[in-house]
Nanobody, 116 residues
């Protein structure tokens, strides 16, 4: 059974950092493109970042470019999202996605709240 378990969310102030993790199981993690998406209160799903199977090619939404870094450890079957310089508008439920599309399989999510 495919499982994606996100963790690392929390409540932070603007300018602070968080590191999200996604523990994957039930599939061959190392051969799949992985992504992070988010859903802010009252809004639709938004692609945040993606990474290829080998961890060499990454992509980011313009809104997070330069502040967020996606990475993966294929030996640990884990996906990461390092989020620096967090802004109020980064408040959202963050999901780990198996694939590159918003509609692909995702975990239950971890809440990130940025509040002053």
């Amino acid at each position: 059974e495919v499982q994606l378990a996100e963790s690392g969310g929390g409540l932070v102030h603007p300018g602070e950092s968080l590191r999200l993790s996604c523990a994957a199981s039930g599939f061959t993690f190392s051969i799949y493109h992985m992504s992070w998406i988010r859903q802010a209160p009252g809004k639709g799903l938004e692609s945040v970042a993606g990474i290829d199977s080998g961890g060499k090619i990454t992509s980011y939404a313009d809104s997070v470019k330069g502040r967020f870094t996606i990475s993966r450890d294929n030996a640990k079957n884990t996906l990461y999202l390092q989020m620096n310089s967090l802004k109020l508008e980064d408040t959202a439920l963050y999901y780990c996605v198996l694939g590159s599309q918003i509609t692909d399989y995702r975990g239950q999510g971890t809440q990130v709240t940025v509040s002053s």
